[in-house]
Each structure stands twice: as structure tokens, then as C-alpha cells.
């Protein structure tokens, strides 16, 4: 290894900072070397291409996020918290993340990059936020906090195998449907984060981080769980 190389993570932090000017399709190993002040063949010797510079920060966006979630759902866990109280933490956590870094947000979770496919390295990372969702759920299940629903989703199979597994095997009735309950929460997610992060609802509602954790209980009431929306920050 060169002692003088530049650190992968000096490279990454630069080209972070150019994400929310440039967006993903405009990152390539040339503008971050002439932002950031380094030889082309310094950023090259990293990441030759511009695919392996935006795989390396979809995978660190994927695991600082999903990181994020952990831990408030864990401490929420440790004090005692219910389910939907550990959901409210965990997915605050998300938003919180997400406002914080407008340019990793959009580089996971908004427009596809033009010509840029993202490789199986991006897949366990990308699995951390519904794995927390869906550890929620599952605890939800076990802990009998979840009612159940008013209507059954169609029996014809939906899920693909990976998605059965990471919740740990398909329910029995009444929440045999519970794993796709569980992706339409995720998606739901998803997309409220989009609105608030892009400006979405701004004009509006007069208080998106309320108006977050509402939505977050709406959300929750398709899986049959109660968000207490009193619940500590």
C-alpha cells in the first residue's frame, strides 16, 4: 500500500460534499479531484471508475441510516419501550438521518442514476432499515401487541422467499398477511420521507415533524399497531 495515498474516506467525504451541488449523475472521479484539491490518479487509485465511488457511498449511506435506526430502536428497546413506541424512535431516527444528509438521501432513495447499477454489495446494506422494521413487527407479533386486521389480503403468494426469510418465516392466521403489511409500511416510510426531504408537504402542514409521527401511526394502523404519539422524542 502507498503511504501516501489519499484515505478512501477523505475521498468519499469529498465527494459527499459534492453530492447536493452536482447530484449522483454529475459525481465522477474528476470533479472530486478538482473539488477536493487531489491528483486524478490519487481519487483513480481508489475508485477507477464513477460506479465503484457511488457503489462505496450507496453502501456507506445504506449503513450509516440503518445504523441510525438501530441504536434508537435498541435504546428504546432497553427502557421498556412498546412496539409502536420503538417503531416512532426507530423511523424519527430515519428522518432525523435523513434531513441531516439531503444528499445521501437522495442518492438511495431518490431518482435511478442514469447508466449506474447497483451491484449485490448494496444489498445488506439496503436490508437495514426494513430488517429494523420488520424486527418491530415481529416483536409486535410475539408480544401480542398487534390487532388483527379487518380484512384479509388476497392469498394468492406475493413474497419472494428473501423477504420470508428476513422476517423469519410467514405468520399464522390472523396475521398470515403481516409480512405484506410490513412492506407497505416500509414503502410508506419511504415515501413520507420523500415529501418532507424534497419540500413536499411545506406548504401544507405547519408542523412536518408532527405531522410525521401521524402519519407514522396511520402508517403503523395497517399492521394492526398502536404508535403512541406521546411518546418521548
Known sequence: MDDNAIPDAVIKEAARRLLPRLGAAGLSPDA????GGF??????????????????????????SGAAMEQADRAAADAGASAGARLLAATRALRQWSFAHPGEFTLIYGSPVPGYHAPQDTV???????????????????????TPPRRALPTTPLLLPAAVELFGGVPEAPFSDLIERGIVLWSNLIGLLVFQVFSRTHDSVKDEAAF??????VAAESIGLTVPLDADA
Open 39 to 64: 491528483a486524478l490518479a490519487d481519487v483513480e487509485a481508489a475508485f477507477p471508475h464513477r460506479d465503484d465511488l457511488l457503489t462505496a457511498l450507496v453502501i456507506d449511506a445504506y449503513d450509516a
Open 124 to 146: 445488506l446494506p439496503a436490508s437495514r432499515t426494513p430488517a429494523v422494521l420488520a424486527g418491530i413487527v415481529r416483536s409486535a407479533l410475539e408480544a401480542g401487541e398487534l
Open 212 to 217: 410525521f409521527d401521524c402519519a407514522v401511526a
Open 32 to 35: 472530486v479531484a478538482g473539488d
